[in-house]
């Protein structure tokens, strides 16, 4: 296959998927039992806020779109105190879209960083970041810096 027309097939290629579970350890990707990684890098391309409610870390409801659950429940209409929103982010580098669930101080962060983005002129899509784990005990805090 020649140059230009392997660029183009790959051009067409969809990303592979992983999606992170975030431990005080670091990142978890895909599978439980892998050893997580200290950081991850890469472009931040969506976010979207999402609901979780968790029992003995089983998740017994969810609602993907923040505001209407899979089982037909309203969030609103709902409002159960176990229910949490997170901030759900897709991390885009090199073919790969690492799907990331944020909770509220690491949610926090990204705002900073969106922020600082939005001061000088940016935005955030175009500023490849560096995300890495605080240990907080029994949960894990993602703090995000700018590549130079």
């Given amino acids: 296959m020649n140059h230009p027309k392997r660029q183009m097939y790959m ?48 998740l017994v409801c969810d609602a993907p779109d923040g505001a209407h659950a899979r089982n037909g429940t309203t969030c609103g209409q709902c409002q159960h105190p ?21 909770a509220y101080t690491s949610a926090e962060n990204l705002f900073a ?13 175009a500023w490849r970041l560096r995300l890495r784990i605080v240990d907080r005990g029994y949960w894990g805090e993602v703090q995000f810096v700018r590549e130079a």
């Fill in 82 to 102: 176990g229910c949490h929103p997170l901030l759900r982010c897709h991390l885009a580098d090199r073919g790969v879209v690492y799907v990331i669930d944020l």
């Fill in 11 to 58: 051009a067409f290629r969809r990303p592979t998927t992983v999606l992170v579970k975030v431990t005080p350890q670091g990142f978890v990707l895909g599978a439980i039992d892998e050893e997580p990684v200290a950081e991850l890098t890469g472009r931040i391309v969506t976010t979207r806020v999402i609901r979780k409610r968790l029992e003995d870390g089983v």
């Fill in 113 to 125: 960083i969106e922020d600082q983005a939005a001061h000088v002129g940016d935005q955030l899509e």
